[in-house]
Every structure is written in structure tokens, then in C-alpha cells.
């Protein structure tokens, strides 16, 4: 039943003090409790009924609504008979937490409205719980072990007449309907992260939102394997349905919910059938890490090789990427593992098997991945080598973000980041010491970068880039000012644009002609500015030096 309804039946002896627009919430039990922490005898969609006799001070309020809130209740219910008026605080901290607050008339009994809810809601299952059960029935018997998530989803095609499909954390289609043509990379990324985004913010079930023009409803799929804490919901898949939930009754509600844990039990079984891969590419990079012979280090790949590399045999050449997640709700090192796992995934690659040759390990809170290069294709036979014995260029840093950063983004808490680290290719074992520290050093660089997802790569260790981000702020804007801000001031006041030459002037190298064919201005004009420049700041632009700190500054500004 809706919270709308409960309110307006009489004799409930129920008044609205907050959450108006929450009224459409289902209510799909009852709770009466004065405990300070009642979060273990609640599964969700809880009406809460309380005397207030948890409360012995206005800093008892908070804490008990946002255990409410974490549970997912649908409303509380407080009642005036001990204290009279609902309290202040308690009206404030449900508003905060978007908790719907009722109070209860003295007058009224609390198994009075446990006696009407539970008949209401009783009632309302009992007509469509047959075919409830028949159904969940079915998924249960061609569910993964009789097919994995494209079966349940055709059944939910053919039964319910609903298209759905398996995201990644990423957008990476990890199933659909075989009769179906696949989402789009840009919708899927869209849908992706307004799942995340709807789950760290704390949204109830299902996920309400439109994609150009047609209206779709996300469920979270948590994974929780037997005997784990339950995983950071930046690294969740997500149900995908093709539909306008808004007048789904609680029967449709709870065969998805079925549908996602059919989903979770198929994902925390792929993820097992990784441990091994992990655990011998975690015995690998320990070796690495602890400086142990190239030799031992060559041994223990060639005893791995058949796991970590089915079918190739032997990996010419090796990268290493490093990642870690940071801040408050971003997960760690396990949410770094298993994003790591998904950025590596091919983004065209459908189905969730693609990363059998993918072996992330975690040190620490360090996820690192060790890529053998170069690529397998189809068929089995290596891709990409070079005639001349060389390394292949492997994995791109900022390609690797290029089509999941929206996503994630999407997924992350203020003061959450995930960083990404490439190294260059090595051929030996003796060079994956070196690779592992480059990809850690290029880590920190990309770290020192505003944004929450942020990678670099070692092309950009050789680089001034390298150095930028370390320099502290107070010493970046002094600097910056020092050269840039006469040049501002003089552009502002006079609408020239001095900067904007001086930009084109570095741009091309010093020369004149170049740099006036771009600006599309005589080399006497250009002349001029440039000695407006020189003139303004006191530098010589055809000093290396003066050139190398204008340069630094505009790249710090």
C-alpha cells in the first residue's frame, strides 16, 4: 500500500509533518520499536512506529533517522503520547535524510495501525502471488546455471514483455535480449551513470529516467559472495529495464528484485572463477615488488602461464597499470580491483567472459593489473607485433578513460577518486621491477591532477608534465602572476590579445611567419605585439630561457 493511502484513511490518527513529495512510497511492512539502533530487525520498505523512548536528548534524533534511512524504511511514525508534540529535532533530521514523518494522536493504539497495514498489505499480495511464484520458478530453473543472464532476460521478454540488459559499472553491455539489437555505446554510458549516480545518493528502487526520449528503470545488482562484506556500489552492474516504472504494483517490484540477486549469484561466480588468475598474477608482482632474481621472476610466469595466459603460451612483451580508489565511498582497493578488471575489457566486447587473459592482483590498496601485450584476436594468434622485435605502443592511459569516465564519475562521493597509472612495455621479466614503479610514479601524477578520475601514462614521465602538478599552489599562482597578469591587465583594459599571441608564438616554435600565418596577421603587427609583451613583463622572447618560463606559465595557469 502507498503512504498516500495510509494517511488518508481515518481513524489511523495519523498527521504529515515532512516528506510531501515522498507519498508514493510503498509500505510493505510494519515495525513498532524504541530501540536506539533497530537496523537488524529491518529488511526495507518498513512503516516504523516509535514512542520515542530512545530519545533522552535533541543529539539522539540524527543518528536514529539516518539508520532508518540506510535501511530503507518507508516511513516513521512517531507517537505524542509520551512527549506530546514530535520534537523539533526529529522533524529537521527526517527532512535532511528525505525520511516521510507522521505523527500519531495519542488517542490511536499502535496495534491499531499494525493491524490495518499488515491486513492491507496482505491482501494486496495475495491475488497475483501465484503467478509470483510460478515465475520466480522459472528464472530459478533457466537461470545462470542453465544458460546465465541472457536466458532470465529473454524470460522476462517473452513473460513480461520487457527489454532488459546488463551493464557494467562502466556501460559496458554485459548482457541482453538475444533478440534484441544492442544499446548504444552513449546510452549505456548514460544509463550507467545515473545508476551510480541514483545509488551514492541514496535513491530507493527502481531508478526512474529517460534517455532520448524513451524511459527506462535501473536496478542495482549488489554482489555480495557468502561470508564478504558487501562491495562498493561504484563497481555493481545494473539491470537496465526498457519502461516507465511509475505505476509498477509491488508484485513487478520484487520479480526484478528476484531477477537482479539471480543476476548477483551469476556475477559472484564469474568473479570466483578469477581468484586463481588473480592469486598467481598477486605471486608474480609480489616477487617484482620484493626485488626477487629475474630468473625466479621468469619461472613463476612460465608456471602461470597457462592460467594467465590461456592460449597464448608465452607473452612477448608485458605492461603493468596500477590503480587505486580513494575517499570515503570509493571502495579501495577492492573497488580499485574490480573497476581495473572492467577498464581493461574491450568497451565493444559483449558478455562478461572477455577478461580471462585480465590478471589484476591487489597490493595493499594498490589494484595492479599485468597485461600481457600484445593483443590476442579471435582466432587465437598474437596481433601487433613489430618486425623489428620492438614493443609494441600497448595500452594508451587516457584512451582507457576516454569511455568510462562519465560513468564513474557519476558513481563517485565528494572527495572520491580513482587514479590510473600505465607503464611502457618491457619483453622480460627484468624489466617488470621498473615497469611496476613507473606505472605507480605516472599513479601519482595523474593523483596531482584535479578530477576524480584522472590517468596518465609514461610517455608523460619524460616530460615537463611530470613536474606541473608537484609544484605547490602559493608557488604556481606567484609565478603565473608575475609573468601572465601585466599581459591580462593589458588585454582587459585595451581588448588586445596578447596572451592569445603569445600562446601561438610559443606554439610555433618562434617564428614569425608561421605563428602570423596562424593568426592571420602581417609579421609587422606580430612584431609589435611581441614587443608589447617583452615590453610589459621586461623578458626577451628570443631568450630560451624567458621563452621556457612564459611556456611553464601558461601550461600552470
Avoid at 42 to 60: I, M
Avoid at 155 to 179: N, Y
Avoid at 226 to 242: E, K, M, N
Amino acid at each position: 500500500m502507498r503512504l498516500r493511502a495510509l494517511l488518508r484513511t481515518d481513524g489511523l490518527g495519523l498527521r504529515l509533518l515532512g516528506g510531501e513529495d515522498e507519498l508514493d512510497r510503498t509500505v510493505r511492512g510494519v515495525m513498532t520499536t524504541d530501540l536506539r539502533d533497530p537496523s537488524r530487525y529491518l529488511s526495507g520498505g518498513e512503516l516504523v512506529l516509535t514512542g520515542l523512548a530512545w530519545r533522552h536528548d535533541p543529539a539522539d534524533s540524527e543518528p536514529f533517522v539516518r539508520i532508518l534511512a540506510a535501511a530503507g524504511v518507508s516511513a516513521l511514525a512517531a507517537g505524542e503520547a509520551e512527549l506530546g508534540a514530535v520534537p523539533e529535532d526529529l522533524v529537521e533530521a527526517c527532512a535532511r535524510h528525505r525520511l516521510p514523518l507522521l505523527a500519531v494522536n495519542e488517542s490511536v493504539a499502535f496495534a491499531t495501525i499494525t493491524e490495518h497495514v499488515v491486513r492491507r498489505v496482505s491482501g494486496e499480495r495475495a491475488g497475483d502471488l501465484a503467478a509470483v511464484v510460478d515465475r520466480h520458478r522459472r528464472l530459478m530453473t533457466a537461470g545462470p546455471a542453465g544458460g546465465g543472464p541472457e536466458v532470465v532476460l529473454d524470460l522476462l521478454g517473452s513473460d513480461l514483455d520487457l527489454r532488459a540488459w546488463v551493464l557494467s559499472p562502466t556501460g559496458r553491455r554485459v548482457a541482453g535480449p538475444r533478440d534484441q539489437e544492442p544499446l548504444s555505446h552513449e546510452t549505456a554510458s548514460h544509463l550507467a551513470a545515473d545508476g551510480l549516480a541514483a545509488v551514492r545518493a541514496g535513491r530507493r528502487r527502481p531508478v526512474r529516467t529517460t534517455v532520448d526520449g524513451e524511459a527506462y528503470a535501473l536496478f542495482p545488482i549488489r554482489s555480495a559472495p557468502s561470508g564478504t562484506p558487501r562491495g562498493p556500489a561504484v563497481a555493481d552492474w545494473l539491470l537496465a529495464v526498457r519502461a516507465d516504472a511509475a505505476d509498477w504494483p509491488e508484485e513487478r517490484l520484487d520479480l526484478l528484485d528476484g531477477v537482479t540477486q539471480l543476476i548477483a549469484v551469476e556475477r559472484d561466480r564469474r568473479d570466483a572463477a578469477r581468484t586463481v588468475r588473480r592469486r598467481l598474477a598477486g605471486e608474480v608482482l609480489e616477487l617484482v615488488q620484493s626485488g626477487a632474481a629475474p630468473a625466479e621472476i621468469a619461472a613463476r610466469l612460465r608456471v602461470a602461464a597457462p592460467v594467465l595466459l590461456p592460449g597464448l603460451g608465452a607473452a612477448p612483451h608485458w605492461q603493468v597499470v596500477v590503480a587505486t580508489a580513494e575517499g570515503p565511498g570509493a571502495g579501495g582497493g577492492q573497488a580499485a580491483q574490480a573497476l581495473l578488471e572492467e577498464i581493461l575489457v574491450a568497451r565493444d566486447a559483449p558478455g562478461p567472459e572477455t577478461a580471462d587473459r585480465i590478471a589484476v592482483a591487489r597490493l595493499g590498496e594498490e589494484a595492479v593489473a599485468l597485461v600481457p601485450l600484445p593483443a590476442v584476436a579471435a582466432d587465437g594468434a598474437p596481433t601487433g607485433e613489430e618486425a623489428d622485435g620492438e614493443a609494441p605502443e600497448g595500452l594508451v592511459a587516457e584512451e582507457l578513460l576516454d569511455a568510462v569516465r562519465v560513468p564513474l564519475s557519476a558513481g563517485l562521493g565528494e572527495g572520491d577518486r580513482i587514479t590510473l597509472g600505465v607503464s611502457a612495455a618491457v619483453h622480460s621479466a627484468e624489466g617488470l621491477r621498473g615497469a611496476l614503479e613507473e606505472a605507480r610514479h605516472a599513479r601519482r601524477v595523474a593523483a596531482a591532477r584535479p578530477g576524480s578520475v584522472c590517468a596518465a601514462g609514461h610517455q608523460e614521465l619524460a616530460s615537463h608534465v611530470l613536474l606541473l602538478p608537484f609544484v605547490p599552489d602559493d608557488v604556481r599562482r606567484a609565478f603565473t602572476a608575475r609573468l601572465l597578469d601585466p599581459l591580462r591587465d593589458y588585454d582587459r583594459r585595451h581588448r588586445a590579445e596578447l596572451v592569445p599571441t603569445l600562446e601561438a608564438f610559443l606554439d610555433s616554435d618562434g617564428s614569425w611567419t608561421r605563428c602570423a600565418a596562424r593568426l592571420h596577421l602581417h609579421v609587422n603587427t606580430l612584431r609589435y605585439r611581441v614587443g608589447r609583451i617583452e615590453q610589459l613583463t621586461g623578458r626577451d622572447l628570443s631568450r630560451l630561457e624567458d621563452k621556457l618560463d612564459f611556456f611553464l606559465a601558461l601550461r600552470m595557469s
